[in-house]
């Protein structure tokens, strides 16, 4: 009902930037939230940063003063501008979307494929 497609993922080394985008599309009525996680190898997907109702954000501690989650509401898109990047932020990240259907669900998440960030040293 949903379709989240991230992009903008790739290899740069420490201390480079990256802007991962992700765009929503399908049943949607309105975007309750929208969010970046990642993975990396052996361990746990974790929460990154969030965006939700009016903009309220929420960020990893591991990542605050570095990454930066903007959204597009009339585009249905997140990104996450990702500066002063080190090698633990090498992951695969993923984009959640929590939207209101046209049909009346009121909390559909849906999650995309995710992009593969790795970071030199």
């Known amino acids: 009902q949903v379709q989240v497609v991230e992009s903008g993922g790739g290899l740069v080394q420490a201390g480079g930037s990256l802007r991962l985008s992700c765009v929503a599309s399908?049943?949607?009525?309105?975007?309750?939230?929208m969010g970046w996680y990642r993975q990396a190898p052996g361990k746990q997907r974790e929460l990154v940063a969030g965006?939700?109702?009016?903009?309220?954000?929420n960020y990893a501690n591991s990542v605050k003063g570095r990454f930066t989650i903007s959204r597009d509401n009339a585009k249905s898109t997140v990104y996450l501008q990702m500066n002063s990047l080190k090698p633990e932020d090498t992951a695969v990240y993923y984009c959640n979307v929590d939207a209101r259907l046209r049909n009346g669900v009121p909390s559909f998440e849906s999650w995309g494929q995710g992009t593969q960030v790795t970071v030199s040293s």
């Open positions: 965006i939700r109702g009016l903009g309220l954000t």
């Open positions: 399908g049943n949607i009525f309105s975007i309750n939230a």
